[in-house]
């Protein structure tokens, strides 16, 4: 099925270790996003990706990098990962206002 | 600045109940767009409803009811003879320039 898929889906990491989080579209879409869901703060935005070639910070991308590989893929990093990136991450594309999200990764960091 | 606040943390209903969940936004921008999106149990986020700014027509969906007011910046959702299965974390989303302004999140409990 068309749609937004993000691997892996759950990740236990030590501080200090480091990952990338995949996210892949198959929709064609321009505009690709990364978001953190932390508990009573609602989905924040970590970077942003308007097209292919371009990335953009968002509220939160302090500890992050992003990578986007191509028009259907863009990857998230964390070089060194620490308790407080402990979250659920959300990948989302968009044409015009229409988003797609990803069914999330659940990143635990011990 | 952009910022969405939904009040009402947490919501306990029976079920069969009508609940309203309310909706506040603040936006300079006189283009955006309002979102309603459910997050069930499973984890998922599931697309509601997308109202623009030039279009506070109210809109029925089933049990689902939306009231845009421009005049209030409010776009509250209510949820008419509700069920178990409506049980979730709603959010309220302000889109404008090229990026989602998500409210914390209302958590809807619906008792048998």
């Known amino acids: 099925n068309a749609g937004v898929t993000q691997t892996p889906k759950f990740q236990v990491l030590k501080t200090g270790q480091s990952m990338t989080l995949q996210c892949a579209q198959d929709m064609n879409h321009n505009s690709m996003y990364w978001y953190r869901q932390d508990p009573g703060m609602g989905l924040r935005l970590i970077y942003y990706s308007a097209s292919e070639g371009t990335t953009d910070k968002g509220e939160v991308p302090n500890g992050y990098n992003v990578s986007r590989l191509n028009k259907r893929e863009f990857s998230l990093r964390l070089e060194s990962a620490a308790p407080s990136q402990t979250s659920v991450y959300f990948c989302?594309?968009?044409?015009?206002?229409?988003?797609?999200f990803g069914s999330g990764t659940r990143l635990t960091v011990v | 600045a952009q910022k969405v606040t939904q009040a009402q943390t947490e919501i306990s209903v029976v079920e069969k109940e009508d609940v309203t969940l309310d909706c506040v936004y603040e936006?300079?921008?006189?283009?955006?767009?309002l979102f309603w999106y459910k997050q069930p149990p499973s984890g998922e986020l599931v697309f509601l409803i997308r109202?623009?700014?030039?279009?506070?027509q109210n809109e029925i969906s089933g049990r689902y009811s939306w009231n845009f007011q421009k005049s209030t910046s409010s776009f509250n959702f209510t949820i008419t003879a509700s069920q178990v299965v409506d049980s979730a974390v709603y959010f309220c989303a302000l889109h404008t320039g090229n990026q989602f302004y998500f409210g914390t999140g209302t958590s809807l409990t619906v008792i048998p």
């Open positions: 936006t300079r921008d006189t283009t955006y767009y």
């Open positions: 989302a594309s968009r044409k015009l206002y229409g988003y797609t």
């Open positions: 109202r623009n700014s030039f279009d506070e």
